[in-house]
């Protein structure tokens, strides 16, 4: 089935190199003409700022473009397409807006600010992956906690909530392909005491960092 990544939320971050001001935003996307109303309103934002640079990608007709408004050509859109690749992002739109300090940055400076910018951006906003999520519910004795919430981390389980009670019960998302190997690691592990609940599952996005 279907699994794949994208920024978790808006973000945005700032990078500064001798006195010239990059401002990176993200956001998510579902389309390309959503991505380039982002872009045009950057642009209206920030109209004073000597370049609004962008890079965006859209899981929907692979569509990838990137503009480097004005700045040296490899300098600024690639860069900034190169954290969303890195990161293996789609439906994702990043601008950076540079405010010029008057001094030339050079073709490293600007790819190192461009690239900086876009980082802090997307460690504001967090990444989530769009799955179908399989919820569980495991309760269990206090002693089996801390080996069962490994177990979960071993395959990769989302732990939505813990609830401390007569025994610890915990909220899982599982995605599809983990679900059933964590259902019968749980029963080996517990030598067949502890069954997880199913709670339904859906199509969603969960914050995975």
């Given amino acids: 089935m279907t699994s794949y990544l994208v920024p978790a939320g808006y973000g945005s971050g700032e ?5 010239s001001r990059f401002i990176g935003q993200i956001w998510p996307v579902g389309s390309e003409a959503e991505a380039m109303e982002r872009i045009a309103a950057v642009k209206k934002e920030h109209y004073d700022a000597r370049h609004n640079c962008f890079a965006y990608i859209v899981r929907d007709g692979g569509i ?39 001094v030339l940055l050079g073709t490293g400076g600007l790819v190192r600010s461009y690239t900086a910018a876009a980082k802090a951006a997307l460690d504001a906003a967090g990444i989530s992956r769009m799955a179908q999520w399989y919820g569980r519910r495991v309760c269990c004795p206090y002693p089996m906690y801390e080996r069962i919430r490994r177990l979960a ?11 401390y009670g007569a025994e610890v019960a915990m909220e899982l998302l599982l995605r599809h392909d983990r679900a059933a190997a964590f259902d019968d690691a749980l029963r080996e592990l517990s030598s067949g005491t502890i069954a997880p609940e199913a709670t339904g599952e859906r199509f969603c996005g969960v914050r995975i960092q």
């Fill in 15 to 19: 990078y500064t190199e001798k006195r």
């Fill in 64 to 102: 990838v473009r990137y503009g480097d408004d004005g700045e040296p050509q490899g300098t600024a859109g690639q860069p900034i397409l190169a954290v969303l690749n890195g990161a293996e992002l789609t439906d994702v739109c990043c601008t950076v807006t540079r405010y010029f300090g008057g």
């Fill in 153 to 163: 981390e071993t395959h990769e389980a989302v732990i939505e909530g813990t609830d």
